[in-house]
Each structure stands twice: as structure tokens, then as C-alpha cells.
């Protein structure tokens, strides 16, 4: 019974905040808990998951970006040309992750940061929203090659 308490006392927490944002023009690092994964941080072992490398003109990525998060069922905090901000909520206890991406159109890597915002653990839920949002982008982009 403490521990149904405990999640809705920290859904209520998480649905506060908002997303990091931009640190130094990179998505903020992960904290120490294993509630995060992101791909700006290669030295960050437990956390890092690599970017999408893409080949393809960048002006409609974030565009597309927009697309597949919210085809995942997220809300969008905030955009630009380079950059997305959204948030996750689980259906049982409101817990709020935030999601976000930044473009960058020189290297072609597309990078993501996916994390709760409260709690210590996850089961895994952030990095397998990363694999699934890689693998929805990657589907849309063959959907756009000639045929």
C-alpha cells in the first residue's frame, strides 16, 4: 500500500517540472540514477545510447521528429529548427519522463535524452522509448526514399 502512495505522491512531484533544455547547446547530461539514457555522452557508459546518424537534408527532421513523438504518445513542451522538447506520462500513476532531441545538421547526428523526472529506477522504460522512437524515425524515413 506505501508504495502506491509513493508513486502517486511522485507523479503528482513529476508533473512540476519541465524539461532540462539546453546546456551549452547539448541536451543536459544524466543524472546518477538509473532513470535516464541519452547519446551526447559517450563517456557516460550507464546512460549512453548512440545517436541516429543521418544522410538526408536536414529541414524536415525536427519536423519529423515532432511526428513520431507524438505518433508515441507524446505531448510537445517546446520546439524549434534544432530542437524538441516533450513530455511521457504513465497511464496508471501520471509519472512524467521528459523526452528531447537536438539536431545537428553539420555532424548529421540526431540526438536524444530521454529521463524521469522523479524516482530512482525506471525498468528500463526510457531507453526502450529511445529504441522505439530510432526504429519509428528510421520506418519514416523509408517511407520518404524513392522508389
Known amino acids: ?6 508513486l502517486i ?5 513529476s508533473r512540476s517540472g519541465k524539461p532540462p ?3 551549452d547547446g547539448k541536451l543536459a547530461s544524466c543524472p546518477k540514477s538509473p532513470n535516464c539514457v ?3 555522452y559517450e563517456s557516460d557508459k550507464k546512460a549512453f545510447v548512440r545517436p541516429l546518424q543521418l544522410s538526408i537534408d536536414g529541414h524536415e527532421v525536427i519536423d519529423d521528429a515532432q511526428s513520431v513523438t507524438l505518433e508515441m504518445g507524446g505531448k510537445i513542451v517546446s520546439r524549434n529548427q ?3 522538447a516533450a513530455t511521457f506520462s504513465s497511464r496508471l500513476f501520471g509519472l512524467v519522463d521528459d523526452f528531447e ?3 545537428v545538421p553539420e555532424s548529421g547526428l540526431l540526438h536524444i535524452r530521454s529521463a524521469s523526472r ?3 529506477s525506471d525498468l528500463g522504460i526510457n531507453g526502450k522509448r529511445v ?7 528510421n520506418a519514416l524515413l523509408k517511407t520518404k526514399l524513392p522508389n
Do not use: A, P
Open 38 to 40: 541519452c547519446t551526447e
Open 1 to 6: 500500500m506505501i508504495w502506491v502512495v509513493l
Open 101 to 103: 532531441i537536438r539536431w
Open 131 to 137: 529504441q522505439d522512437f530510432k526504429n519509428r524515425y
Open 9 to 13: 505522491v511522485l507523479g503528482f512531484v
Open 118 to 120: 522523479t524516482g530512482h
Open 21 to 23: 533544455g539546453l546546456s
Open 82 to 84: 534544432w530542437y524538441l
